[in-house]
């Protein structure tokens, strides 16, 4: 190892965390960015996985992604295709992408491009489509595709010529450090970062040259998508763990994943490789009309926001959060934060939350912590339905399973004893 | 049957309404409750789940609809009621925890970064590991909990005492350090007796009997049952005896046991007489031994409560004082003929009082028979500048200090005063601003001393309270410009007088203050609170700053984790 011991890897870790730069770039299509995706070929959330195992809404995912590709014409014909192992499915974490819930990524789907200055990496992620019948939760009936098509040939482009006025691109550590003053952590709660995104990005957006009906659907979908600046945000984290990533050693935790039927973790100092348990199914506040027992297992890559210290982690900063778990508060928030910050390393001074007296938001997940305490991150997440086709019916908080923790312990002590 | 309701112009949080929503869909008689802003996105998910009305065609997104699935129509009148009250009591209740709290020690030591001691209360058999890394941090520990084996107690005890710590316990019930109650104690005056202890409930007797008659204590240093056992050999008690000799504040020891292994005891006893302060000692059910010249043995506990508190009040030690003017006192000392003590009084009682301690120093009873004199003894005198001799025909000297300022102005003249006592009574009537009126004669008396290569040494106390017109602290900055040791009470100002006298007369060394090790005796008690909860919050309720560690054993106690991680931290 060159470092003196593992606390000063982990140092060296969390430096390239503080010291990260992302900004936003563009918005393409995805196979302009992402080779892989020229093929037959699907991304999906958390570790790798086969068609076999993915749950329903994944699969639902699936079928709107087949769809929209015009892949298959409808349901019957997108599952034969799917089961049939002419599409190949790989982790969006692979190809530099994250994706929110089934995190299903195909070819013209935009996505955002976000490159960490400091890192002189790139990620993606494609753009928010808002609540309710959304493919990300496996909705994909004709109003799914067809907004994901609006979203290519109107919305995507729009932005990108956009963003790509704006010198250098849009800072958007800016807008991240703002609105946790405004109440969001970033996973449950984005308002504040997509109405100041919104705020920045609109002025350019009437330059684009959209026409009346565009440039209204445009405005109205930001201005009614409290979510977009979250899937932003998982580029954003993203691009910053795997700039952290490269220094390839320590105890810290690079990517927390989920793919519905395992939950993955990475760690500083063990590379790409995966470590993997069963997930849990989250627990939350659901629709009227849906109960705990429609919840689908945990799933998507979004909880690449706690890695980087935000959602449940940052508690804190969005005590409103607390009512979709059955808490109440303040103070309740505070303890949430409190406790993760002991499986923390430090403090990131650049996302400095008032309420928690100006304190940095968590910084550096260090998996011995998360062993010796058995406290393991709290996950802010969207719950779908287990059914493919319906979508999310609630939110709430799940944890990661310990044994992923304490499989990548054993191997640092694998790596480190020899 | 669904109804619909629509509340105009209210906006609320959709977290809100969806805590709402599942409170009220409990209620009896309502199969389902759904409450939403009117926008068109949510007038979709109540069509989708089957709780759409009529009635929400004309909502907007200010409005929340309320949909009640029920076969009670009266139902509906009880959910808006309820949602109504729901509302307004929105904001949450806070719940006063001001205990700090953290679930690893890193933690913990992250909001008290200086912590000293660590109190703990854990199951005994993770007991060694968890005392074994705070004395690797340089923590004290006090170890409520049993169950830990006698090896690892010496283990402990034996690191402790290399690394200038003390280990209290196992099994330790009681301690107090620095009025700080810890475990099992009872609020116990400020004194200056200091006590060290195995045996917890002695303690708390012989605290309480000495709180209760007046006196008080500096420290109570339990120890747990076997410290004193041949296996331990009296480790904590020894360091514990030695950091309360060294203790300033403490004049007087009480050591309080059961009757220890004969070798281990007689340990005890030569420490005794090794140490610098008088010691009080009970060996609980042996006939206690004739007393030494600086032990005394008791038979009972309350019989060794007395015995400290009468040695307290006789046994203070002002000679710390004397730090402060080591210089005057050693320029004094080269002048064999400067010995005497002059006082110069306002006060007459005050005057009286000084004369009382000073005959019973000189051991002379004899009454002087000359005016203004309370003491006249081998030209150590004591001046009752209030006596009618001195106020013919002039105000008294408490409001006019002329006798006094040409009393020391002719100190110049005089070869035998060492030290000069005086008071300054302040309080409606008194001068205004005694202090500045002295101040000019005491310069003028040092200057003239240090010009002609010697010294003299005043000692003044104040009579007076913040509040007084003169106020307290501005007369005592003032005479401590002027060159004057200023302390808090006339019997003080005397015995420092005499300690400075015998310092004097004799070759003893004045200990200097700053050369004083820091022991968790002399500094502010920072408390880790291992377990009982309880424990914290009467540290915390005593001024102790404390903090929480919600103790659990590492890894969920998987030893095999554990194992791991000690292997990963080791590297």
Redesign the interface.
């Known amino acids: 190892m060159k470092y003196k011991n593992l606390d000063e890897a982990n140092k060296a870790v969390t430096d390239k965390i503080v010291s990260a730069q992302p900004y936003l770039m563009d918005v393409v299509p995805a196979k302009e960015v992402i080779d892989e995706l020229n093929g037959k070929v699907l991304l999906h959330a958390g570790p790798p996985m086969k068609w076999e195992h993915m749950t329903n809404p994944m699969k639902g995912s699936c079928y709107g992604a087949a769809i929209f590709e015009g892949w298959a014409k409808n349901e019957e014909e997108a599952d034969k295709l799917l089961s049939s192992g002419e599409v190949e499915f790989i982790p969006c974490h692979h190809v530099d992408a994250v994706g929110p819930m089934g995190g299903i990524t195909s070819g013209n789907m935009p996505v955002l491009v976000v490159e960490n200055k400091d890192g002189g990496n790139r990620a993606y992620c494609t753009l928010n489509e808002g609540i309710g019948k959304v493919l990300r939760f496996g909705a994909y009936n004709d109003e799914v595709v067809n907004r994901l098509h609006w979203m290519k040939d109107v919305l995507g482009p729009a932005l990108s010529k956009a963003v790509k006025q704006i010198d250098g691109g849009m800072n958007l550590s800016v807008i991240v450090s703002k609105a946790i003053t405004m109440g969001d952590e970033f996973h449950q709660r984005n308002i504040a970062a997509s109405a100041l995104f919104m705020k920045d990005v609109m002025p350019y957006i009437l330059k684009v040259g959209l026409n009346e009906k565009d440039l209204e659907d445009v405005t109205k979908f930001l201005a009614d998508t409290d979510q977009f600046f979250l899937n932003i945000m998982m580029a954003y984290s993203k691009s910053v763990m795997d700039s952290a990533r490269q220094i390839e050693e320590g105890t810290i935790v690079t990517a927390l994943t989920r793919n519905g039927h395992e939950f993955g973790i990475r760690v500083s100092g063990l590379g790409d490789r995966w470590f993997t348990a069963p997930v849990n199914t989250p627990k939350g506040l659901f629709f009227s009309g849906y109960s705990q027992d429609d919840a689908n297992a945990d799933i998507g890559d979004s909880a690449i926001t706690e890695t980087f210290g935000v959602g449940g982690m940052a508690m804190v900063a969005a005590p409103g959060v607390t009512k979709f778990i059955g808490l109440d508060g303040f103070e309740e928030a505070q303890k949430i934060s409190d406790e993760e910050s002991e499986i923390c390393v430090g403090h990131n001074p650049n996302m400095s939350i008032p309420n928690w007296d100006f304190k940095g938001i968590c910084l550096g997940i260090d998996i011995r912590k998360v062993v010796e305490t058995g406290i393991t991150p709290y996950i802010n997440t969207g719950i779908a339905h287990k059914e493919a086709g319906i979508g999310q019916i609630g939110a709430g908080v799940v944890h990661p399973p310990m044994e992923c923790f304490k499989k990548a312990l054993e191997a640092l002590v694998e790596k480190y004893s020899k | 049957m669904i109804y619909g309701l629509i509340k105009k112009n209210t906006y609320q949080?959709s977290?809100?309404l969806?805590?709402l929503?599942?409170k009220l869909?409990e209620s009896d008689g309502i199969n389902?409750?759904?409450?939403?802003m009117g926008t068109p996105?949510n007038k979709?998910?109540?069509e989708?789940?089957?709780?759409y009305s009529e009635e929400f065609e004309e909502a907007g997104a200010n409005d929340i609809c309320i949909?009640v699935d029920t076969e009670n129509k009266e139902k509906v009148e009880e959910v808006r009621e309820k949602l109504d009250e729901s509302i307004k009591n929105l904001s949450?209740?806070?719940?006063d925890?001001k205990l700090e709290?953290?679930?690893?020690l890193?933690?913990a030591l992250t909001s008290l970064p200086d912590a000293n001691l660590a109190l703990i209360s854990i199951p005994g058999e993770y007991v060694y590991e968890e005392a074994d890394r705070l004395l690797d941090k340089g923590i004290n520990t006090f170890i409520f909990s049993d169950n830990v084996s006698i090896e690892d107690e010496k283990k402990l005890k034996e690191k402790a005492h290399k690394k200038d710590l003390l280990v209290m316990g196992p099994d330790c019930g009681t301690g107090i350090i620095s009025n700080i109650p810890l475990a099992f104690a009872n609020i116990i005056p400020e004194g200056n007796i200091g006590i060290v202890g195995a045996s917890g409930t002695g303690i708390q007797e012989v605290t309480s009997i000495i709180g209760r008659n007046g006196g008080g204590i500096t420290h109570a240093i339990g120890l747990g049952g076997r410290d004193l056992s041949s296996d331990i050999g009296a480790i904590s008690a020894l360091d514990a005896l030695e950091m309360l000799d060294k203790d300033k504040d403490t004049d007087v020891l009480v050591f309080i046991s059961k009757p220890p292994a004969e070798k281990v005891k007689n340990k005890v006893i030569d420490k005794f007489k090794k140490l610098n302060k008088k010691v009080v000692a009970i060996f609980l059910g042996e006939r206690p031994k004739e007393d030494e010249e600086k032990i005394k043995y008791a038979w009972t506990l309350e019989e060794a409560a007395y015995k400290a508190l009468i040695l307290s009040k006789r046994q203070k030690d002002y000679s710390s004082n004397l730090s402060d003017i080591k210089d005057k006192l050693d320029k004094i000392k080269e002048n064999s003929s400067q010995r005497k003590v002059l006082g110069l009084f306002g006060g007459g009682t005050l005057a009286g009082e000084a004369a009382m301690l000073l005959k019973e120093h000189f051991n002379v009873d004899a009454k002087s028979k000359e005016e203004g004199y309370m003491l006249k003894y081998e030209d150590n005198k004591i001046i009752d500048l209030g006596d009618d001799k001195y106020t013919q025909g002039r105000p008294h000297p408490m409001i006019d200090p002329s006798t006094r300022k040409k009393a020391i102005k002719e100190l110049k003249d005089n070869d035998d005063v060492a030290i000069v006592l005086f008071d300054d009574v302040l309080g409606y009537g008194s001068n205004e601003d005694m202090a500045s009126a002295l101040a000019p004669e005491i310069k003028e008396v040092i200057e003239y001393k240090k010009s002609n290569n010697k010294d003299i040494v005043f000692i003044a106390s104040i009579c007076g309270t913040e509040d007084d017109i003169q106020s307290y602290s501005e007369q005592v900055e003032k005479l401590k410009e002027a060159g004057v040791l200023v302390l808090d009470t006339n019997a003080e100002a005397v015995y420092t007088s005499i300690s400075s006298l015998n310092y004097l007369n004799s070759n003893i060394e004045i200990k200097e203050n700053n050369d004083e090790k820091k022991t968790i005796l002399n500094s502010d008690l920072k408390v880790i609170n291992m377990g009982l909860e309880s424990f914290a919050e009467t540290i915390k309720k005593h001024g102790g700053q404390v903090v929480q560690y919600e103790w659990?054993p590492?890894?969920?106690g998987?030893k095999k984790?554990q194992g791991?991680?000690d292997?990963?931290?080791s590297?």
Do not use: W, Y
Not at chain 2, 32 to 36: A, C, D, E, G, L
Not at chain 2, 48 to 51: A, D, H, Q, S
Not at chain 2, 92 to 95: D, G, H, Y
């Open positions: 949080d977290v809100n969806m805590v929503s599942s869909s389902n409750v759904s409450i939403m996105a979709e998910i109540l989708n789940t089957g709780m949909a949450s209740k806070s719940k925890s709290k953290s679930k690893t890193d933690g659990s590492r890894a969920g998987d984790m791991l991680l292997k990963l931290n590297l």
